[in-house]
Every structure is written in C-alpha cells, then in structure tokens.
C-alpha cells in the first residue's frame, strides 16, 4: 500500500501517459512524503520480526530514503513540524545504518544523526504548537544514542545531551518519569567526564520529578557515586528513609568510599555490611519487603567482592529464612554460593585436578539455572551479575579438552546479554568466541559462524594502554575463525591464495580419523606452502576497507602473510607430531621457528612456537631411540679412519643436542 502511495504522489506530479488526456499536474502536500517515510520506518523497525516484516525491511528503509530525499529537496521546505519530522526520519535511518559499524565510523554516524535530532529539535522548540515534536525527538534521541550509552562512549554525547535535556524540561508533568529517565542519562555522561556538580544538578531535578521507587534508588545510589570525593555526601542528604539510608551505605562500600580497612578510624566495608544486615534482616519480627531483600542478596555478592566471606555467609543465611524472597534476592543468594563453593577448594582453586575442575563446572550448572530465573526477574543488574561470574568462573576450564562441559552456561550468558541489548560488549565478544570455539568442536559450522559474526558486529572497547597490535584485540582470533568457517561451509567457492588452500586441508588434517589420510593431507599441505613465493603486501582488492580512522588490519600486510604462514606450519608440525610423523614433524618445525617474533604483539605465535620446538626435540628423541642411540646412552665406537662413522657420531651428537636445547 505504502508503494502505492508513493508512486500515486508521484503519478500526481507528472502524470504517465497513460493517464487521462486532460488530467492536469497536481502539486500534493510536502507533508505527503513525510508521513509515506514515517509509515516505511516503522514497518521496518528492526523490532518487528515477522516474516513479511524481515522481508521487506530493506525496501521499505529504501521508500523512506526517497521520501525524505524528495521533501528535502524541495526549494527552501518551511520551518514547520513537517520540516521537524523530516529531520527525525532522517535520524531514524541514519541510526540504523550505523548498526553494525564499530569504533570511529560508529560514533561519526551516530553523531551525524544527533546533530539532524537537534536540527529537529530547533523547529520544535520555536513553536509552542510544536510541544509533541520536543517528546518525538526525545525519543529518537534516546534511541539514537543508546550505541553510545557505554563506558568509553559517553564523552561523545556531551555536546549534544544537554541541550536535549533542557527542551524535556517543557513537557508536562504526565512524563515526569521520561524527564526523569533522560536526566538520569544525562548525569551518567556527567560522571563519566567526570563533571560532578553538572551530574548531581540533574540528578536533583531526577529525584524531584520522580515518584518511583526503584528510580529513586537508583538516582540516590548514582549521587554517591558520582560525588564520591567528597564522601558521597549528596547521597546522604537525598535519602530520607531507612531503605534509601541502607542502599547509600552499600553504595559507598561498592565505590570505595568506606575502606576496606579503615584502621581503626571509622567504620570498614565489614562494620558497614554487617550494620545493612542487621537493619533489613533483625532476628526478630516480620519478614522484609521484597526491596529489602533484594539489597540483602547484593549485600552478599558485594561482600564477595571485598573478600568478605562470613558476611556473604550469614547474608546467605539470612535469605535462606525468608519464605518470600524475590527473584533476584534468590539469584544473587544462588550466584553468592556458588562462588563460595569454589573458594572453599583454597589454594586448590586454580590448580587442574579433577576436584577443581568438578567444582567449577557444578558452580556454572547452579549459575545456568541461576540465569533463567535472573531473565524471569527482569532486572538487568542481575543478569550482568550472573554473567560475569559465570565467566569469571568458567575462565580455568577454557581449555580445549574440557571446554565443552561449560558450553552450556556460556551459551546462555552470550544470549541472555543479547537479548537484554546488554552494553558489555567486550564481555559479549568473548563469549560468543568461546561458544564458537565449542561448535567448531563439536562440528557444527553454521552455529560457530553465527557466533562469530555476533562477536565481530560488536563495538567492544579495551583499555589504550593495552593495545598492542589491534585495537579490537579479539578479532585476531575472530577473523581466521570466521575465514576457516566460510572455506569449510563453501561447498563450490574454492580459495585462491595457495595460504588459504593449505588452511583448508590442514584443517581436514585435523579433523581426520585415520592417520593414513592425516599424513596424505598434511604431505600436500607442505607441498602447497613450499611453492609459495616471498612474503608481501596483499593486493588492494583484496584489503578490507578499515572503519574510520582506523588503519589497515596487519593481516593484509608483508608481516601479516609471514605470521600466517608461521602459524600454518606451527600447525602442521603439531597435528604431525600428534600421529607420531617424525619426518613432516621435524620439516615444518624447521620452518616454524625460523623468524623470532615478538613476544608482547605476537603472544599466541611464540607460544605455538615454544611448542613446535617441544615437539620437534621429541620427534628427534624417537628416531634416535629407534636406533638406540638417545640422551644417555654410550655413543658408539668409530674406528680410526674410518669417515663414515665418524660423521654418524657427529651427526648423532648433534641431534642429541637440538633434542635438549628444544
């Protein structure tokens, strides 16, 4: 229908010829294009998941492109609310093309769509008529912004949030709890720049407009935080009852404002949770409020994070009594023992027996079931506090022999972050790799290509002073494992670099059964690479276009093609050795170890590295003890004169030695 209209207006500006002999030209209203694209947006918003809705999506996005294209480009479009709507579509759809992009390019197109919100918003405020249009750009400002709503990200909305927040100020007290919510926000970005006072005003202004509970925790906790050099003192004037009383005293702990050892000056952080318990649980009377116990259950987990374990204890044991707990009091209590079951293995906790490894992966069963009901509670804070204890925890048995056991708990943490639009996206990327690692195992190719695929539309941040080679340091593992998943999913599209055909059969090397075809196919992936010519540069064509202001992935470059090929016959050497191939062992030994690399930039390849020499001096061992003549065994004799023999001793003594020095 909506097509239909679209090619109606257009049939009403410059008729076809096969309409009627005297229909003359039509001039419809400007605000015709407006209300096709609006109607287009919001048949293809990305939350619409019905078929015909999926289907259609990139053409109705398309319609609304050529929509307010047209009106845009009409002469001089008034300053009116249809001009104001235009702009917010526009914002509209340049936000949703930048889904998917990551660093620079993310907030270069989110910026370039705030900056069409506030165009929007200038016409609305100029007109008193206009009151609904500021409420309509809130909104698609919040939804714009949500990329940039993180950690790191923050600072990028400064220049723009503040004017928005002030145009909320207008609307009526029935959105008090929107004006609100956005000041909240706006605070955050204030805390994050770490501009207290600007956070606090709005903060204030949160607390007076709002009637909500919950919001009003929330905004209470936030004013200690952010005025946490000055002792968290904003939050101590805002919190009139005893329930606002307790959640600044665990705030404070949690921020650090209430040390963890005071000596002996004041209260410490376990004078101050114990003093939280003994107000919300008393020994006697009737049971708490549902609030109440929710602060017992982060009581426990925050009395975990400072070491604290006889208090998580006795919180524990305090929800234990309660008939009524919520759900999320019962996650965190859930999420409390099963890290305190893994503390009690003491100095065993790290250390790869049987019971540690037993203990762990009961502890991430209870957070597997844990994390239904943290979903059932509908509270964010509890799954983001499920999630990455269960990563924390899971983190000693990431090994590839036992990793699968965890897969479960993994795959459940990676789609519940997903489905909340979870902002820890670094956390995120890591699990959807380890679940693609678990898939590969377990050869299911089209699930772990999905995984990574998530992983890499994520925008993660990581600390700048950490980086070393990549700005996104997991994609270097994320990127050979999505090139390997394409090649081996590719039923007709065969690789044309000869790197890329010999990581195909090394790959059926390693999954293969018989040890007759391993040797086949790893004979004819050293035949490939000994054909191979210098390293160098890839081609342009074949370089991906980096995001912006990002420099060219290392991987397209000379030393990116010499990595590969070192990892290409580390891995050879490896699966060789595995079957017991002496001969091919020691050849791409030879070849792996040839270049030293930098231990800090190319970690993984110097520790492929140190292997294949492991690997390389057994393999030697074996065929010396196949002749009896290994480390520790009498050379044999060499009569006087004789070549043969003396250059089989000293052949001997030096293969003895490359067996020690690898």
Partial sequence: L??????????????SAHSEPNRQPHNPSPELSVLIAEAALELSAPERTEDEAVAFRPQMQEL??????????????PKNQALSRAFLAQATLLAR?????KGEGLVDQTLKALDLVLKALEIATGDARYGFLVYNASVVYWRTSRALQRKGCYKHLLPSMPTMAEAVKALGDEDAEWKAKFWVALARVYDDC??????????????DATEDDECKTEIVRLMVHADRNRGGAAGDKRAADEMLKQQVAVQKVRTGITPDDAGGKGPNAEDALNGVLEALVPEEGDEPEAPALKLVGEVTRVAMLKGLAEVAKKGCEALRKCKDAPLAAVVLADCTHAELNVLQLGDEADKYTERMVNTRLAALDRLDKALISAARADDPSVVHEVCCLAWNLALPVMQPNIRRKAKRVLQSCAKAL???FSPMHSLRAHLHLEVARCDVADDLYAAASSQVNKALALDYQVDPESIVEYRRPLDKHLNPLQKKLSMKMSLYAAPERPEDKAMLVVEQAREAKEASLRATLLERAVGMLL???????RPVEEIQTPELKEEVDPVFLERGV??????????????????????????AAEVAIADEWDPVSDRDLVIQQAQVLFANAEARYL????????????????????????????????????????
């Fill in 194 to 207: 770490e501009e207290a006072d600007n956070a606090l005003k709005y903060l204030n202004d949160a607390f």
């Fill in 623 to 662: 065929d010396l003890r196949k002749k009896g003549s290994e480390p520790g065994k009498p050379l044999p004799e060499v009569k006087a004169g004789n070549q043969q023999q003396q250059q089989a001793v000293e052949h001997l003594v030096s293969e003895r030695g490359r067996v020690l020095s690898g």
């Fill in 531 to 537: 054909k191979v010519g210098p390293a160098a540069d």
């Fill in 97 to 101: 093309s930048a889904a998917g992009r």
């Fill in 418 to 420: 997903e489905d909340i």
């Fill in 562 to 587: 010499r990595k590969e090929r070192a990892m290409l016959w580390a891995d050879i050497c490896l699966i060789a050795w595995r079957s017991q191939l002496s001969k091919v062992t020691r050849q």
């Fill in 64 to 77: 609304a492109d050529r929509c307010i294209t047209r009106f845009l480009g009409a002469v001089k479009p």
């Fill in 2 to 15: 909506l097509l239909e209209a679209y090619k109606g207006m257009g049939q009403l500006v410059a008729p």
